[in-house]
């Protein structure tokens, strides 16, 4: 048997014992990005502000769960996004735009339903548009940061009922400010929110149905036949 059959025959068997993982997704209201008040600060200087929102995410319920598995784990993954309204009055050339999640550790972090469990969040590098001339006005790309997978304790995550979910809570340090040759500038109206995606891990425990058997019976069997064939030619 080559190795090609022998492949074949390995997914066969993994195809009897099927995973069941299930995932489940919650965003800050009216979407990915929010609004939040506009950052007051001295002329020309980059300020930083602080953010506080709740993303939640339903529950493992129920009907989420086939027939033979159970409940083993769960793990989840936060993911935060900014983005900046500027007017610019200028005049001049060379205005940069700063914005997004300040890169100083532990000002930024996720904490889930176990409080013990939290996501520190550092930008990898400020993020900036521009240069601009003024005078102008417009929105910036998107700065997006992602952490995970967390793995947390099941506790809290399962709901007979079928109707709870989790709250996430995210708590971020942002920073605002226009640097250029004037400094009569306004900070930039800056924008955040955030998407948890959370997956439920389910263990195969129970004995698969007689059709299972069945099936993964024929395919090894197809898989031999396969083999027999290349072996006779």
């Given at each position: 048997?080559?190795?090609?059959i022998?492949?074949?025959?390995?997914?066969a068997?993994?195809?009897?014992?099927?995973q069941?993982?299930?995932?489940?997704?919650?965003?800050?209201?009216s979407?990915?990005?929010?609004?939040?008040?506009?950052?007051?600060?001295?002329?020309?200087?980059q300020?930083?502000g602080?953010?506080t929102?709740?993303?939640?995410v339903n529950?493992?319920?129920?009907a989420?769960?086939?027939?033979?598995?159970?409940?083993?784990?769960?793990?989840?993954?936060?993911?935060?996004?900014?983005?900046?309204?500027y007017?610019?009055?200028?005049?001049?050339t060379?205005?940069v735009?700063?914005?997004?999640?300040?890169?100083?550790a532990?000002?930024t972090?996720?904490?889930?339903?176990n409080?013990?469990?939290?996501?520190?969040?550092v930008a990898?590098?400020?993020s900036?548009?521009?240069?601009f001339?003024?005078?102008?006005?417009?929105t910036t790309?998107?700065q997006?940061?992602a952490?995970?997978?967390?793995?947390?304790?099941?506790?809290?995550?399962?709901?007979?009922?079928?109707?709870?979910k989790?709250?996430?809570t995210?708590?971020?340090?942002?920073?605002s400010g226009?640097?250029?040759?004037a400094?009569?500038?306004?900070?930039?109206?800056?924008?955040?929110?955030?998407?948890?995606?959370?997956?439920?891990?389910?263990?195969?425990?129970g004995?698969?149905?007689?059709?299972?058997?069945?099936a993964?019976?024929?395919?090894?069997a197809?898989?031999?036949?396969v083999?027999r064939r290349?072996?006779i030619?």
């Amino acid at each position: 048997m080559n190795k090609k059959i022998l492949s074949l025959a390995v997914l066969a068997a993994v195809a009897i014992g099927a995973q069941a993982d299930v995932t489940k997704t919650g965003t800050t209201p009216s979407g990915f990005i929010i609004p939040t008040s506009p950052f007051v600060g001295a002329p020309g200087t980059q300020v930083v502000g602080a953010l506080t929102y709740t993303v939640l995410v339903n529950d493992l319920y129920p009907a989420d769960i086939p027939v033979g598995f159970t409940f083993s784990g769960v793990q989840y993954t936060v993911t935060v996004g900014s983005y900046a309204n500027y007017v610019i009055v200028g005049p001049g050339t060379g205005y940069v735009v700063n914005f997004g999640l300040s890169q100083t550790a532990g000002e930024t972090f996720a904490v889930g339903p176990n409080s013990a469990t939290h996501q520190d969040f550092v930008a990898p590098l400020p993020s900036q548009a521009g240069p601009f001339t003024a005078p102008t006005s417009g929105t910036t790309g998107q700065q997006v940061v992602a952490k995970g997978p967390v793995v947390d304790v099941t506790t809290g995550y399962f709901d007979a009922g079928g109707t709870l979910k989790r709250t996430f809570t995210i708590t971020t340090k942002t920073v605002s400010g226009i640097t250029g040759p004037a400094t009569n500038e306004t900070q930039p109206d800056v924008f955040q929110g955030a998407t948890v995606s959370v997956t439920y891990l389910l263990t195969q425990t129970g004995v698969p149905e007689a059709g299972t058997y069945a099936a993964g019976a024929m395919l090894l069997a197809g898989v031999g036949f396969v083999a027999r064939r290349r072996m006779i030619a």
